[in-house]
């Protein structure tokens, strides 16, 4: 059971970036998936999460209207575009597994980690 | 939104020391309430969910209780390990959100 992140790297300001996460070892439409980011020496931050059937998305007042997280049943991913990135995005994003299959609209605990992608915003 | 206070943000401790750790809501969210250990550089873990509901494989010196607006995490002997710094998050109502996290470092 694992999941790898990808697509990091350094952004300018106001320019797109997409963060990919590949799943494997479990079936990807039973659980929701959740981005959660942690800021250079700072906290937890959750971001986003995509029920496990895909209907029910939630973001992070942060975020909001700027990032949407989305997935490909077919090849067991999920992803976070993040448009009008700022300084502030700067972080390590970490795409987590929710604990409970088949479970809520938002989801619960993150019992599955992957190490992160770094993501820097800067000119 | 939910704001989760979390305290002492650090403390120090020896090994065996008994070790208690609060998070407290700004409002009632029963027992939607988890807690995880993170070390530099690595991700987070899960230690415990819905209050006190102990992980597959985390050490039973590890024990969380509480629900409402009150919840405690405790580490009942302190082992080298267990250097670390701990937060809670809510699971009751999005967006979901942490505490500030309670560094655990060495005395």
């Known amino acids: 059971v694992q999941v790898v992140e990808s697509g990091g790297g350094v952004v300018q300001p106001g320019r797109p970036l997409r963060l990919s996460c590949a799943v494997s070892?479990?079936?990807?439409?039973?659980?929701?998936m959740h981005w959660v980011r942690q800021a250079p020496g700072k906290g937890l931050e959750w971001v986003a999460v995509m029920s496990y059937d895909g209907r029910n998305k939630y973001y992070a007042d942060s975020v909001k209207g700027r990032f949407t997280i989305s997935g490909d049943n077919s090849r067991s991913v999920v992803y976070l575009e993040m448009n009008s990135l700022r300084d502030e995005d700067t972080a390590v994003y970490y795409c987590?597994?929710?604990?409970?299959?088949?479970?809520?609209?938002?989801?619960?605990?993150?019992?599955?980690w992957g190490q992160g992608t770094m993501v820097t915003v800067s000119s | 939104d939910i704001q989760l206070t979390q305290s002492p943000s650090s403390l120090s401790a020896s090994v065996g020391d008994r070790v208690t750790i609060t998070c407290r809501p700004s409002q009632n969210i029963n027992s939607y309430l988890n807690w995880y250990q993170q070390k530099p550089g690595k991700p987070p873990m899960l230690l415990i969910n819905a209050a006190s509901s102990l992980q597959s494989g985390v050490p039973s010196r590890f024990s969380g209780s509480g629900s409402g607006t009150d919840f405690t995490l405790t580490i009942s002997s302190l082992q080298p390990e267990d250097f670390a710094t701990y937060y809670c998050?809510?699971?009751?109502?999005?967006?979901?959100?942490f505490g500030g996290g309670t560094k655990v470092d060495i005395k």
């Open positions: 070892g479990f079936t990807f439409s039973r659980y929701a």
């Open positions: 998050q809510q699971s009751y109502d999005p967006p979901l959100t």
């Open positions: 987590a597994r929710d604990l409970t299959p088949d479970g809520g609209d938002y989801g619960d605990a993150f019992d599955v």
